[in-house]
Every structure is written in structure tokens, then in C-alpha cells.
């Protein structure tokens, strides 16, 4: 399987077992330089930063989310969104700044120059998200993040982590978290 290919099976499998609905968010972190097997920030590719963004896309298609993409911290992690995001999620905060390869790293700067409309927020909480490369996206996704282990666990030679996220649980020990069914 090429680097496309390997994402969109990762991306999902998370789709799947986090129940990620059209028009939520998952934050996408990726390190071109570690799946080349360099270290974190050396050595941008923007070939492969193409095949992630591919990858994404074509899971997108099949799920409707809205793909957040996390820049480097030249940019303070600031995410390239579809502008649309803006109006779906009025709290995001719009920052000024065009993502490159060497200021945002490769992979936010393709996908910024392939959207339509593209704009950078200050930060998202995410429903899930994949970090290819230990870019850390934590502080992208909702509080109570459950981790997921795809059976994808490298893309070339960088870890792959995921996680989906859920409510909060509230209450104590007479709480009920799901509704039973009536019986009929």
C-alpha cells in the first residue's frame, strides 16, 4: 500500500469505531519528515505531504467530516480549515497567515493551496484525529479523548496515533448512560 492508501485504511477505521458523523471535525497532525524517517522538521517532502492529503480527501468523500490540518509550531499550531468551518463553528477564531512548507509545514501548506476556501483558526476541539509522526494534536481534540489503535500502525517510517473523543460523563453511581429500550 502506497502513503494514500495507508491514511485513508487508518482514517477509516477511526471513522468506524469512533462513529465520526458528517460535519465534525478530525485534526490531522503529520510529519512528512518522519514518514521519510528523518527527524520531526528536517526534511519537508511535499510529495508526501501530497499522498496524506490524498489519503484524507478520499476519506473525507466517504464520510463528510471537516479535515483540520495542524500546522508546525512556526505557526503555533494553527490549523488550515475550509472557510465554511467558520460558519458551521461560530467560536473558531481566524488567524492571518499562509502556511509553508518551512513555516507550517508541508503537509498544512498542501493543503492549503488544494482547498477552495481556506483560512487558518487558532485552535479546534476536534472529535478525532490522526498524528502521523508524533506531531502531538491533543491540544486540537475535545476533552475526554478515548485512544484507538489502528491496524495501521506506521505510515513509512512515522508511529501513527489516533484517537475519537466523547461526552464528558456526569453523575455518580445512579447515573444512566444509555436509554434501554421500552419494553413492549
Request: proline fraction near 6%.
Given at each position: ?7 485513508e485504511?487508518?482514517?477509516c477505521?477511526l471513522?468506524d469505531?469512533?462513529?465520526l ?12 519528515s518522519?514518514v521519510?524517517g ?5 526534511s ?10 490524498a489519503?484524507?480527501?478520499?476519506a473525507?468523500?466517504?464520510a463528510g467530516?471537516f479535515?483540520?490540518y ?15 468551518l467558520?460558519?458551521?463553528?461560530p467560536g ?5 497567515a499562509v502556511?509553508a512548507?518551512?513555516a ?12 477552495d ?11 478525532a484525529g490522526i498524528?502521523?509522526?508524533d506531531?502531538l494534536?491533543?491540544m ?6 478515548v ?5 495501521v500502525?506506521?505510515i513509512?517510517e ?5 484517537a475519537?473523543?466523547?461526552p464528558?460523563?456526569?453523575?455518580g ?9 421500552a419494553?413492549?
Open positions: 500500500m502506497d502513503i494514500a492508501d495507508l491514511v485504511k487508518a482514517l477505521e471513522i469505531a469512533g462513529r458523523k458528517a460535519g465534525q471535525i478530525l485534526v490531522v497532525g503529520a510529519s512528512t518522519e521519510a528523518r527527524r520531526i522538521g528536517t519537508g517532502s511535499e510529495e508526501v505531504a501530497a499522498a496524506i492529503v489519503g484524507v480527501e478520499r473525507r468523500e466517504r467530516f479535515p483540520a495542524q500546522c508546525c509550531e512556526h505557526l503555533n499550531r494553527a490549523l488550515v480549515v475550509d472557510r465554511l467558520l460558519e458551521r463553528y473558531l477564531v481566524e488567524v492571518a502556511p512548507p518551512k507550517g509545514g508541508a503537509t498544512a501548506a498542501r493543503a492549503y493551496r488544494e482547498m476556501d481556506p483560512c487558518l483558526v487558532e485552535s479546534v476541539q476536534a472529535h498524528d502521523i509522526g506531531t494534536i491533543g486540537h481534540l475535545r476533552r475526554v479523548a485512544p484507538f489503535r489502528p491496524s500502525r506506521r513509512g512515522a508511529n501513527v496515533t489516533m475519537y473523543t466523547r464528558p460523563y456526569i453523575g453511581p445512579r447515573a444512566i448512560y444509555t436509554l434501554e429500550p419494553n413492549q
